[in-house]
């Protein structure tokens, strides 16, 4: 079937540190991969994705690289600051297999203190 | 441009009485799905509406219920309610059925069961 596993947090960097949130994933078919955000009290936002291997996604400073022979999403920048401080989901989307439902990790939360 | 709109935006109901959360999609948007998250999990899918159909369900009971109007606006209804089913509940839409470019997701519905 299909799963996301996520890094475990919470996550604490002092701002201008640089960030890596780990994200494999199973799935039946070809999955397009994604990165969302959530900042406290509001829905997901959209960072980043990418529909095959070997894209990168990027965004605000924040990329992610798709690995099919090792099944990775990681979710990376390298000056994190402040404001960056939120709950970051991983989440796949697998057409070809179970159809185009979110399949979401259980989300690491990420604080920076200045 | 107005996003994905949900209301009401909290709600405080009893254990074994019905609720209904309303979602309105992004411009141009014709499909609407509908995820529960519990507090510090990622979001699980209930189900997708398309062309005013269910089109897709996740693994929840009947009690959960939905429906999408002609001007692709929907609603999530469950009855019956368990403490169990606290969570925010988050509507995405998108333009069309399938997820290749990520959904746009709504600030949510916080259910409160008590």
């Known amino acids: 079937g299909n799963s996301v596993t996520q890094m475990e947090g919470p996550v604490t960097l002092s701002e201008e540190a640089f960030l890596t949130i780990n994200c494999t994933y199973t799935?039946?078919?070809?999955?397009?991969l994604f990165w969302y955000v959530q900042y406290p009290g509001e829905g997901l936002q959209l960072l980043l994705k990418?529909?095959?291997?070997?894209d990168k996604g990027s965004n605000k400073g924040f990329e992610a690289t798709y690995r099919k022979e090792t099944t990775s999403f990681h979710l990376e920048k390298g000056s994190v600051q402040v404001s960056d401080s939120a709950v970051y989901f991983c989440?796949?989307?697998?057409?070809?297999?179970?159809?185009?439902?979110?399949?979401f990790g259980t989300g690491t939360s990420l604080t920076v203190i200045p | 441009d107005a996003g994905v709109t949900q209301s009401p935006t909290h709600l405080i109901k009893t254990r074994g009485q019905q609720v209904t959360l309303r979602c309105s999609p992004k411009?141009?948007?014709?499909?609407v799905s509908w995820y529960q998250q519990a507090l510090g999990q990622g979001p699980q899918f209930i189900f997708q509406y398309y062309e005013e159909e269910e089109r897709q369900r996740g693994n929840f009971p009947d009690r959960f219920s939905g429906h999408q109007f002609p001007n692709y606006s929907s609603e999530l209804n469950v009855n019956a309610l368990l403490l169990g089913d606290s969570a925010l509940y988050l509507c995405?839409?998108?333009?069309?059925?399938?997820?290749?470019?990520?959904?746009?997701f709504g600030s949510g519905t916080r259910l409160t069961v008590v």
């Open positions: 995405a839409s998108s333009p069309g059925r399938w997820g290749f470019y990520g959904y746009t």
């Open positions: 411009s141009g948007h014709d499909t």
């Open positions: 990418a529909t095959k291997a070997d």
């Open positions: 989440a796949l989307s697998d057409p070809q297999g179970t159809g185009n439902q979110f399949y």
């Open positions: 799935a039946t078919g070809y999955p397009s």
